[in-house]
């Protein structure tokens, strides 16, 4: 059984465990004050160019939203998201624990406009609801789509005219990055939003994210709140020691356009095959829509996900690849598919 | 500079990076969900002698206290602690970040007493007082001492006779339960408490922290509190993998055992020159009183921190040994403390 | 200037002044725990014929929603409720505030359906989602709809079925349950529903909510989540007071039978003018489209919301009726808008 | 039986029941936003000295305190407190609802010294504690005694020094105001502090608070804050009209005045029976140390706390009076008091 599952199916890419080993019997300091994440921090602020952006490293996604997204509001204010956020959908209320309300705009690709953001800021006028104050963005989004240089742009200026907080969610943004599509830079980034995660997981590291706050006025004691929400590691050198190997060169960018090398191999097959997609996603999951007969006989060499029905006999699947995705699991895929293919009516 | 800050200051045991590498290019399920983390609950089950009880793996101490307490805990219900408690000083509010007042019962030896207990039922008795409903001890304490079976078997049956909850904080309980002084089991424990965890994070894993529930009424839903507080990890195999390396045979108990040899070597010594102590340690952490003028020689080459000033010339500071503390630098350290006091009118 | 604004613009009903004044001088206890609020909470019991009816009184609307929902749910667990409701729209996060999530049904008509509640449960399917454990339905609902015996008993069915909490708000009870239409009791919906509440405030009361718990499990401790959230009033009595006058006879249903007749009185002269509804309401709230000429006109002399442009000529407005809501104000109304209408070209 | 017990015992001074009375059939706006709230809002600022000071209604203590600090503080922050505090013994753990942990300071008196308040800044001094914010005083304290000028300086100086906010809570703010021994006056305190509230429920409403917000960067967006705690009353005018009867005039003074008047006589007479106390008390909270069996004796006739047993045969008890204490009430209850003394042997 091969997993297209996820992206964090494996463990880490293999330089990763070496510095792992190499490092192991040093000594540092506690809780991310060690110098590894210090030399880590640096390396990702040269990747961003901004030097005076503060960079904390945290365990998994769903910690660094809630940490984030709860350090920065205060108690009636509230986030803007599409429906298909991760932090509404997938985080089993998160972001409410903390005591904020989710506005939600849907979306059909995923991505939020800046008349989305608009639409909740007018439809919020008095202290009788919520306030929007920060608004949240995935890239890679949550199906797949990724935000264009121009529309990251025209959120931000929205944000900024309405002294909103924009924050990119980047548990997938090296896929983002990475695609053939994009048209964004880390730097460009960092300029656009005023805070994001750039996402190790999901990218090769055992675990890891990197929060990057670009905005002063929200750095101020963020410490305290990761370690308040429990998100401060003992160990924290873990964390530096892996983005250290993610940033010391392209690393992080490498492994992402690998994964997005896989996804293509296998959207090209699909368009081949004459497939539909539920949406059109140039990076590392897609989401095609097959019959559910060859959906069947693909489950029995195959996990994914069956992400949603789409007719009668028909089903959008989601495949995900990533780094550790060889091309030879690839292939045979491809094979199997275009036989079930030719031995099926569809 | 040699480092007795803490038991977190390396990476992990050998053997537990080299099942990380073992299994590295394994898929597995995330979240906790894969064959690693099942057969390591089921090692501990073992251990615990309890089939019955579940399992759950964290990340890091205060992320356990967190989810547990809040888990357990309905609006108005409050924890009983020593005023030692890691949850009171050292965990930056993250008990009452969940809504939950802590009431403290003051303590000079870092434990717990049933009269402590049994004082703060009765002062909390109308609806204008938050409500008593757990209590929360540490084994070891914050301050090197342990629990006997009998202070335990009161603390348990006080707790049973007002329905309240027991949960003991065990980031240091490979420690405890390996001290020479013990005289509980980990069986013993299960039976005694309704829950606990098992730390890992300063006994020789990376990081890892296993949450046990052993009374039924807790464990239902438990997993979405988990992942509601950002702890679910995506790679949760991390954790299993390596709590399956401490617990398939005793690793866990021998590394702790070589950490409170360690701890007992410096004793000794300090024994031999007339030092004083805070308090009495069995186990890996000691709190010797010495001459600050000694202090500050021994500042030039070892970290550790000073505790507390004791009078205007001395002050206790403390010691902390681990897994990974070698025998060779344990005895460099005590010769040099030797010719320190030879040379010093103390 | 005239108000339809709302139904909380003029203090109380006489009756109710007279037993303030009458009983201002006696020494009662604190807290709710005197002899009125025990009298009061036993003529509710007696109209809604459950004795052991846990009641408690409270100052307003959104403290009752709040203390009520947060003492019921454990953290992970959320409210499906419609998109209309309150405790969405006009309560300005404070469900979230407490932690909670609040999963929304699209709703025209303000009512939830038993068909919205089996799809909030088929989405939400394991830990990663908030887990749904509570409904929240109005009654009558926020845009003036009520429910009828037949639809709450689906809902209560679909409820049990699932060991969902069924709660109604019931800020306008007193208006659905003397609607023309109703053909719900008291009783009844003590019987479907697990809790709900008696609202005093736009009823008549200077202000007062009394939250009716039937569902035994859900009893516990309340006061305590009272206290907690800042809602257990130092002279209770001043609520106990309050209810006993509005339930010692009929007083409460009188007061909202009048409000009702005012508002059909209304409704009436909209209909002869041939307006469309925004929505179908039988009770003190009704929303008739009107042109915006003639809205521009009747705003010289009368305070009202404009709801909902609907479309570039025409808008539905809310006009809300009270228990001091005098006749001859309505006819005054009628005829100025009659008279407009002959004016005007519509 | 005649009450002793607390200082909201009976409804309203009679000026304010006339004054509802008198408004009852005005048509207002809602939520505070109507005339009688401006005008009660004006007349205080004119009482404190300061226009620009925002004054904002609510219905008690613990609702007034629970919005203020959650509103103030970000969620790492922390109040410090006398350990007496009514937010740490009285409101049911109320304010680590919201999120914030208090550090206690042991005290005799009730009140807060500025080395406590060193202490605690001290004792937290990185991200593994909570950051504290916020200085809580009371005035006149939960045990009688009130803040005199120096102390209050010397307070409010070392917050300022150190960016804390300094709260008061003037639950009893009229009877420390009204003290013979009082050396304070509005305008200094609203000099003095960041905000505080002027208690109404104890001194002559039917109930209400005013907060006072001095500071300017407290003030932003606090309506929300009061809406999303439960706090914001539908019918804000019953609140408004209350404390414009109250400060219209000297009404407020003058009732706290004789209710210091009441607690003076009975404590003449408690020294003249060569009683001890359990602390000073010049205000309306009287705590006399008197022998069990006369207490027995006075718990025939009266109802109040017995506060603290003092040793074998003695215990301290509280007496409070109010506003609507009649002196013949009082000399009734000296009459008795001496006719056991002359009859007992103590």
Redesign the interface.
């Known amino acids: 059984m ?2 297209f ?2 992206d ?5 890419h ?1 330089r990763i ?1 070496e510095a ?2 190499r ?9 991310g004050m060690d110098s590894h994440c210090l030399s880590a921090a640096a390396l990702i602020q040269k990747h961003i160019k901004r030097e005076n952006a503060d960079i904390h490293f945290f ?9 984030a997204i ?2 920065f509001l ?3 204010q ?1 986030v803007i998201s599409a429906s298909t956020a991760h932090i509404q ?6 972001i ?6 989710i506005l ?1 705009k849907s979306s059909a690709d995923g991505k939020l406009t800046p008349a989305d953001i608009q639409a909740a800021l007018d439809e919020h006028e008095d ?5 929007p104050k920060l608004v949240y963005i995935s890239n890679s989004t949550e199906i797949g789509s990724i935000y264009f240089k121009a529309e990251l742009e025209q959120i931000s200026a929205v944000c900024r005219e309405n002294s909103l907080i924009l924050y990119m969610d980047g548990a997938r943004l090296g896929s983002a990055l990475s695609s053939k599509e994009n048209d964004l830079t880390l730097p460009e980034i960092a300029e656009l939003v005023d805070a994001f995660y750039i996402g190790g ?2 990218n090769g590291a ?2 890891g994210e990197a929060l990057v706050i670009c905005r002063d006025d929200l750095k101020e ?1 963020f ?13 924290g ?2 964390l530096g020691i892996q983005f250290e190997e993610l940033f010391r060169d392209n690393l992080y960018f490498e492994l992402a356009a690998h994964a997005n090398r896989m996804a293509e191999l296998l959207n090209n097959c699909f368009m081949e095959m004459k497939c539909g997609f539920l949406t059109h996603s140039p990076s590392n999951q897609i989401f095609p829509i097959l019959p559910n007969n060859i959906i069947e006989k693909l489950e029995k060499d195959y996990s994914f996900y069956r992400w949603k029905k789409t007719d009668e006999t028909h089903s959008a699947i989601r495949l995900v690849t990533s780094w ?1 995705t060889e091309e030879r699991d690839v292939y045979v895929f491809i094979e199997r598919l275009k036989k079930y293919y030719r031995s099926t009516d569809c």
Do not use: F, W
């Not at 964090?8 to 880490?12: D, T």
């Not at 365990?59 to 940490?67: I, Y």
């Not at 202290?127 to 306030?131: G, L, P, T």
């Open positions: 091969y997993s599952l996820c964090y199916s494996e463990g880490a293999p465990l792992l080993n490092t192991n019997l040093e000594q540092t300091d506690g809780y365990v998994g996604g769903t910690q660094t939203n809630l940490t709860s350090a205060r108690p009636h509230a959908v997938h985080e089993t209320g998160a409410e624990a903390t005591g904020h309300k939600l202290e009788h609801m919520a306030k997981t999901k055992l675990m004691d410490r305290y709140h990761i370690k308040q929400r429990g998100g401060l590691l003992a160990k050198r873990l550790a």
